[in-house]
Protein backbone atom coordinates (compact mmCIF):
# COMPACT_ATOMS: atom_id res chain seq x y z
CA UNK A 1 0.00 0.00 0.00
CA UNK A 2 2.74 2.60 0.91
CA UNK A 3 4.80 1.53 -2.47
CA UNK A 4 1.22 2.67 -4.00
CA UNK A 5 0.81 5.80 -2.28
CA UNK A 6 4.31 6.71 -3.21
CA UNK A 7 4.15 5.99 -6.62
CA UNK A 8 1.06 8.16 -7.18
CA UNK A 9 2.38 10.89 -5.28
CA UNK A 10 5.47 10.73 -7.85
CA UNK A 11 3.24 10.97 -10.72
CA UNK A 12 0.91 13.79 -9.47
CA UNK A 13 4.20 15.76 -9.05
CA UNK A 14 3.84 16.00 -4.75
CA UNK A 15 6.56 15.69 -2.89
CA UNK A 16 6.86 13.76 -0.19
CA UNK A 17 10.02 15.36 2.86
CA UNK A 18 11.32 18.17 2.77
CA UNK A 19 12.34 20.27 -0.14
CA UNK A 20 15.21 21.59 -0.94
CA UNK A 21 16.19 25.43 -0.60
CA UNK A 22 17.58 27.11 -3.34
CA UNK A 23 21.95 27.64 -2.67
CA UNK A 24 22.03 31.15 -3.67
CA UNK A 25 23.35 33.86 -1.21
CA UNK A 26 21.89 37.70 -0.52
CA UNK A 27 24.84 40.96 -0.63
CA UNK A 28 23.23 42.60 2.34
CA UNK A 29 23.31 46.33 2.22
CA UNK A 30 20.93 49.66 1.14
CA UNK A 31 20.13 49.50 -2.41
CA UNK A 32 19.36 52.93 -4.20
CA UNK A 33 17.43 53.39 -7.26
CA UNK A 34 17.46 56.81 -9.15
CA UNK A 35 13.77 56.97 -10.89
CA UNK A 36 14.04 57.10 -14.69
CA UNK A 37 13.37 60.60 -14.86
CA UNK A 38 15.27 61.94 -12.76
CA UNK A 39 18.93 59.83 -13.46
CA UNK A 40 19.59 62.09 -16.17
CA UNK A 41 20.13 64.97 -13.09
CA UNK A 42 22.50 62.59 -10.78
CA UNK A 43 26.10 62.41 -11.63
CA UNK A 44 27.23 61.03 -7.92
CA UNK A 45 25.61 59.88 -4.80
CA UNK A 46 26.98 59.41 -1.33
CA UNK A 47 25.08 57.26 1.42
CA UNK A 48 25.13 56.79 4.60
CA UNK A 49 22.93 54.02 6.73
CA UNK A 50 22.68 53.96 10.01
CA UNK A 51 21.26 51.22 12.40
CA UNK A 52 21.18 50.30 16.07
CA UNK A 53 23.92 53.02 16.83
CA UNK A 54 26.19 52.01 14.09
CA UNK A 55 26.89 53.69 10.64
CA UNK A 56 28.50 52.94 7.33
CA UNK A 57 28.59 55.47 4.61
CA UNK A 58 30.29 55.40 1.18
CA UNK A 59 30.07 56.72 -2.73
CA UNK A 60 27.52 54.61 -4.89
CA UNK A 61 28.74 52.79 -8.17
CA UNK A 62 25.39 53.63 -10.07
CA UNK A 63 24.67 51.22 -12.62
CA UNK A 64 21.89 50.79 -15.36
CA UNK A 65 18.69 49.79 -14.56
CA UNK A 66 16.94 47.42 -16.16
CA UNK A 67 13.77 44.72 -15.84
CA UNK A 68 13.03 41.15 -16.92
CA UNK A 69 11.30 40.82 -20.13
CA UNK A 70 9.71 37.39 -20.20
CA UNK A 71 11.05 35.54 -23.10
CA UNK A 72 8.39 32.57 -22.93
CA UNK A 73 9.16 28.75 -22.26
CA UNK A 74 10.45 26.14 -24.38
CA UNK A 75 8.48 23.93 -25.59
CA UNK A 76 11.55 21.46 -26.52
CA UNK A 77 12.80 21.27 -22.73
CA UNK A 78 10.11 21.18 -19.89
CA UNK A 79 10.36 23.79 -17.48
CA UNK A 80 13.18 25.78 -19.56
CA UNK A 81 11.77 29.56 -19.66
CA UNK A 82 13.89 32.69 -20.14
CA UNK A 83 13.98 36.20 -19.50
CA UNK A 84 16.39 38.88 -20.56
CA UNK A 85 16.87 42.60 -19.30
CA UNK A 86 15.37 45.62 -21.38
CA UNK A 87 17.44 49.08 -19.45
CA UNK A 88 14.72 50.96 -18.29
CA UNK A 89 16.46 54.70 -17.48
CA UNK A 90 16.95 53.74 -13.76
CA UNK A 91 20.46 53.83 -12.47
CA UNK A 92 20.87 51.21 -9.18
CA UNK A 93 23.69 51.45 -6.72
CA UNK A 94 24.08 49.27 -3.71
CA UNK A 95 25.85 50.34 -0.02
CA UNK A 96 26.91 47.07 1.33
CA UNK A 97 26.41 46.32 5.24
CA UNK A 98 27.95 44.23 7.29
CA UNK A 99 24.69 43.60 8.95
CA UNK A 100 21.08 44.40 8.41
CA UNK A 101 18.42 43.85 10.53
CA UNK A 102 14.41 44.73 10.98
CA UNK A 103 14.85 47.63 12.57
CA UNK A 104 14.09 51.11 11.60
CA UNK A 105 17.11 52.71 10.12
CA UNK A 106 18.08 56.28 8.66
CA UNK A 107 19.65 56.80 5.50
CA UNK A 108 20.84 59.78 3.88
CA UNK A 109 21.59 60.91 0.44
CA UNK A 110 23.47 63.16 -0.62
CA UNK A 111 25.36 63.78 -4.01
CA UNK A 112 26.18 65.70 -7.00
CA UNK A 113 24.10 66.73 -10.55
CA UNK A 114 25.92 65.75 -14.02
CA UNK A 115 27.14 69.28 -13.86
CA UNK A 116 28.71 68.94 -10.37
CA UNK A 117 26.07 71.13 -8.06
CA UNK A 118 25.12 69.73 -5.25
CA UNK A 119 21.58 67.77 -5.22
CA UNK A 120 19.87 68.44 -2.42
CA UNK A 121 20.19 66.05 1.19
CA UNK A 122 17.74 63.74 1.44
CA UNK A 123 17.01 61.75 4.76
CA UNK A 124 14.42 58.56 5.01
CA UNK A 125 13.95 56.92 8.56
CA UNK A 126 12.72 53.44 7.15
CA UNK A 127 11.91 49.88 8.46
CA UNK A 128 14.05 47.19 6.38
CA UNK A 129 11.58 44.10 5.07
CA UNK A 130 12.18 40.32 5.68
CA UNK A 131 10.75 37.84 3.54
CA UNK A 132 11.09 34.63 2.58
CA UNK A 133 11.16 34.45 -1.80
CA UNK A 134 11.62 30.80 -1.55
CA UNK A 135 9.19 29.72 0.47
CA UNK A 136 9.28 29.46 4.72
CA UNK A 137 11.15 26.52 4.94
CA UNK A 138 14.15 28.52 3.26
CA UNK A 139 16.53 31.10 4.17
CA UNK A 140 14.49 34.45 5.44
CA UNK A 141 16.37 37.41 3.74
CA UNK A 142 16.21 41.58 4.54
CA UNK A 143 16.35 44.16 2.34
CA UNK A 144 16.71 47.69 1.98
CA UNK A 145 15.42 49.56 -1.00
CA UNK A 146 15.08 52.98 -1.35
CA UNK A 147 13.87 55.01 -4.53
CA UNK A 148 15.20 58.41 -5.13
CA UNK A 149 13.49 61.41 -7.26
CA UNK A 150 13.39 64.99 -6.90
CA UNK A 151 10.93 64.88 -4.68
CA UNK A 152 12.48 62.89 -2.51
CA UNK A 153 13.79 59.54 -0.71
CA UNK A 154 11.33 56.85 -0.31
CA UNK A 155 11.35 53.24 0.32
CA UNK A 156 10.10 50.65 -2.18
Do not use: N
Request: charged share 15%; hydrophobic share 35%.
Amino acid sequence: MVTIVAAAAGMSGCRLGPVACPAVGQVTGVSVTVAAWYSASVGTLHLKACQEGACDEGDLVLQPGSVAVDQGCSTEKEGACSAAPSYDGTVRGLLELPRLTESPMEATVTGTSRSGTPLPTRTLTFTPKGSYPFGEQCQRFVTATLVLDDQGLRQE
